[in-house]
């Protein structure tokens, strides 16, 4: 999807995605109000060009707009909104006038993220741990949290634990981003099973009863953002 109000860098943006594969461009809009309704109607969008400056509704409002938006490229005639764009983990920031040699390096950053986002979701529903001589399938839905003791990680479920000689970064690149979320360095917790969070840590049942773990400091705010979080 392009939302650009200016005629000839929408014009530009269609023909550049015309002659790339792997792109297909299903909408091309002048006002993100009218991007803003196709989406909610229809979705299917992994990719928008999104201009900054517009008339009806700039494009940080449009971003803020949307509760779990595909990836952005910012096309826009000024840099200064850079800092605040990536705020909201934009893929990339392409400066007016654009070459295709430069959009082109955009769309590949695109491939890639999209590659991630494929994996964490299309057969990755399940991993397999070492426990003794065999291998046991944990799926994801029941791995209540992870967490490090020395040289080993213990994986938590509602009614076991299993203990592997890992290191906790290995553990957490192995894992869905969609689905894990490190709270501490000692602990990743699975979102999904996050009962409620408090100041200083998070609280999940377990078979035992109510299991509080830490936050650190410097992970508070990625959790904050990994989570569906509505406040006032």
């Known amino acids: 999807m392009i939302i650009d109000d200016e005629t000839m860098s929408r014009r530009i943006l269609e023909e550049f995605i015309r002659k790339t594969d792997g792109l297909t461009l299903l909408h091309s809009y002048a006002d993100p109000v009218d ?19 517009m008339p009806e509704m700039s494009g940080i409002d449009f971003m803020n707009s949307l509760r779990n938006p595909p990836q952005v490229i910012i096309v826009s005639c000024k840099g200064k909104y850079a800092v605040d764009s990536y705020e909201y983990d934009v893929t990339d920031y392409l400066l007016k006038p654009v070459n295709y040699s430069r959009f082109y390096k955009a769309v590949q950053k695109a491939f890639s993220r999209q590659e991630i986002r494929e994996a964490d979701q299309i057969g990755s529903n399940e991993i397999f741990i070492k426990k ?26 509602f009614s076991d634990k299993y203990t592997i000689h890992f290191t906790m970064k290995a553990i957490e690149q192995k894992l869905p981003a969609l689905k894990f979320t490190r709270v ?20 999940i049942n377990t078979e035992e009863g109510k299991k509080s773990i830490p936050i650190g400091k410097s992970y508070k705010e990625k959790l904050m953002k990994d989570i569906n979080l509505i406040i006032k």
């Not at 309704?37 to 060009?49: A, P, W």
């Not at 994801?140 to 938590?156: G, K, Q, R, S, T």
């Open 35 to 53: 991007g803003i309704n196709q989406l909610k109607k229809s979705g299917g969008v992994d990719l928008i060009f999104l201009d900054i400056e």
């Open 132 to 157: 003794n001589s065999s291998l046991v399938k944990l799926k994801y839905e029941d791995i209540l949290w992870i967490e490090a003791l020395e040289n080993y990680v213990i994986f938590n479920t």
């Open 184 to 203: 501490h360095r000692s602990y990743i917790v699975n979102t999904g099973c996050i009962d409620i969070i408090e100041d200083n840590s998070v609280v």
